[in-house]
């Protein structure tokens, strides 16, 4: 709409208009949703939204068709809307200049048009975690099985076993363990969360020579704890 006024007088002469008042009516809600589908980096499992990064880029995709005018926002923990770049079907916001602390943050999404009439937000919860796990390997154990002597390999001695069983428990906040040895990640083995332990036997066996067991924890957000000693 473009609004004007004129004046008329008593003989019914129009005078001279006023500076038009443009502006536009849209009582339409927003059709269409944005939902968060992905953080960078989602360190540890990718998809629980649980990391290490504390320094994200959010993004998702648009169910529905966005109108002339429509817009996607965001906002963390309640704080204010944030409007992000749309391109197609999907959306990203970089949030990468401002760092979050550890915690559990609430991500809301949401469709907004140009008379700021908006869909119902879409929230999703993620989790910050930069702290690795603490004290969390025991009960260390590397067994020979195989030969006319077996059992636990001793720190220093030599075995002919070439795929000793190296294992232990962790504490409940430990997902997975990194088997090194020395400096070079041989695996990264899951822990049993009903007994809270894990094994690792070499596959393929190794070679004669000399090796150095040790192992890490990492926790759900694939934050690495301290080394067992070797």
């Given at each position: 709409y473009s609004f004007i006024a004129k004046p008329l007088d008593l003989a019914g002469n129009e005078g001279e208009a006023t500076d038009p008042i443009d502006f536009t009516i849209n009582?339409?809600?927003?059709?269409?949703?944005?939902?968060?589908?992905a953080i960078t980096e989602d360190t540890g499992v990718v998809g629980d939204f649980v990391t290490k990064d504390a320094e994200l880029e959010f993004s998702g995709v648009i169910n529905g068709a966005l109108a002339t005018g429509d817009k996607v926002q965001i906002?963390?923990?309640?704080?204010?809307?944030?409007?992000?770049?749309?391109?197609?079907?999907?959306?990203?916001?970089?949030n990468t200049a401002n760092?979050?602390?550890?915690?559990?943050?609430?991500?809301?999404?949401?469709?907004?048009?140009?008379?700021?009439?908006?869909?119902?937000?879409?929230a999703k919860d993620i989790v910050i975690d930069t702290?690795?796990?603490?004290?969390?390997?025991?009960?260390?154990?590397?067994?020979?099985?195989?030969?006319?002597?077996?059992?636990?390999?001793?720190?220093?001695?030599?075995?002919?076993?070439?795929?000793?069983?190296?294992?232990?428990?962790?504490?409940?906040?430990?997902?997975e363990v990194n088997i090194y040895n020395g400096t070079t990640l041989l695996a990264k083995v899951p822990v049993d969360p009903t007994t809270n332990t894990w094994t690792y036997t070499p596959s393929p066996a190794l070679i004669d020579g000399d090796y150095s067991f040790i192992a890490k924890p990492l926790d759900?957000?694939?934050?690495?704890?301290?080394?067992?000693?070797?």
């Open positions: 009582t339409v809600t927003p059709t269409a949703e944005a939902e968060l589908t906002r963390i923990d309640g704080g204010p809307w944030q409007e992000a770049t749309v391109n197609g079907t999907n959306w990203s916001y970089n760092k979050l602390a550890d915690g559990t943050y609430t991500i809301e999404t949401r469709i907004t048009n140009s008379a700021g009439t908006s869909t119902a937000p879409v702290v690795g796990p603490v004290a969390a390997l025991t009960d260390l154990s590397l067994v020979d099985d195989f030969g006319p002597v077996t059992g636990q390999i001793v720190d220093g001695t030599v075995t002919d076993d070439n795929t000793p069983t190296f294992s232990g428990k962790a504490t409940p906040e430990v997902t759900l957000a694939g934050n690495e704890g301290i080394a067992t000693d070797p």
